[in-house]
């Protein structure tokens, strides 16, 4: 079974500085073919592009996203844009495959909504100038995220494929909206839970080809390491849940999904 993790953030080093070369190898004997670099901040965005070269020969293909996350919104200055922009001119040879991760989270209050939007707004715009996806963060902020998307949208400012919700929570009705506008939406973990009430539901009246599967490591490891640091050797139980889910064996999921996260990020991932 070969899969792709779409989102972990193994730049953290404080999670994985010990044990990197393992956690790499522990994907590749999962069947784990590709793995998605997360960014947060510009900080992990260059330790992203770092690990992204250091570990060219761990058996498991390496790209990067990169971007500052909501929670980091206050962050985001003149020389973050800089940084961003020389970077994207050069996204081909530094693996460079998506803007993210970005977006709106209420959930804490260490950015205001202002800061938070302004952030999105530059760095959705980033992503439509270099033809890229983005990786979309939405936490407790649905309404307003959907007011900037949509926004976007009218003004003909969002790619044809604009990108992917992460670690998808809402509701199948925000779900069909994002669909619409040609979003992919990803999950993880957290549907192995016991308490996933929505994200069943969504997964069922998503069309397979809009679906992904992602760790969010070192977060939400899924049942039976729930509780425990999460890394992308895990995404195989994503990926069984979601086969569970839509009535398809496992392998098939693995394979869609795959597919679906080439088609996204481009066919050279």
């Known amino acids: 079974m ?78 973050a844009k800089y940084r961003l922009e020389e970077w994207l001119k050069h996204k081909d040879e530094l693996g460079i495959v998506a803007v993210g991760e ?43 995220t959907l007011f900037i998307l949509r926004s976007l949208h009218e003004q003909h400012v969002l790619r044809e494929v604009p990108g992917v919700l992460h670690c998808f929570s809402g509701s199948p009705e925000t779900a069909e909206i994002l669909l619409k506008m040609g979003f992919y939406l990803g999950f993880d973990g957290p549907i192995t839970f016991k308490n996933a009430r929505k994200a069943p539901d969504v997964i069922r009246m998503c069309p397979i080809d809009r679906l992904l599967v992602e760790t969010d490591s070192p977060y939400m490891a899924p049942v039976p390491h729930r509780g ?36 996204l990020f481009g066919k050279d991932t």
């Open 102 to 144: 970005i977006g709106m989270d209420y959930h804490y209050d260490d950015a205001s909504p202002v800061h938070e939007a302004t952030a999105f707004i530059y760095q959705m715009g980033l992503a439509y100038r270099y033809d890229l996806p983005a990786v979309i963060h939405e936490r407790d902020a649905c309404e307003d």
């Open 228 to 263: 425990h640091r999460n890394e992308p050797a895990y995404v195989r139980y994503v990926v069984e849940e979601m086969a569970r889910i839509k009535e398809i064996p496992a392998e098939e999921m693995a394979r869609i999904t795959t597919e679906n996260a080439r088609r």
């Open 2 to 79: 070969e899969m792709f993790d779409t989102h972990a953030h193994l730049n953290w080093r404080e999670d994985y500085k010990e044990d990197i070369d393992a956690v790499l190898t522990n994907a590749k004997n999962e069947g784990v073919k590709h793995i998605m670099l997360a960014s947060s901040t510009i900080e992990d965005s260059e330790i992203s592009l770092q690990l992204r070269k250091m570990k060219q020969d761990c058996g498991v293909k390496l790209s990067c996203m990169v971007g500052v996350h909501p929670e980091t919104a206050q962050t985001f200055d003149e020389e």
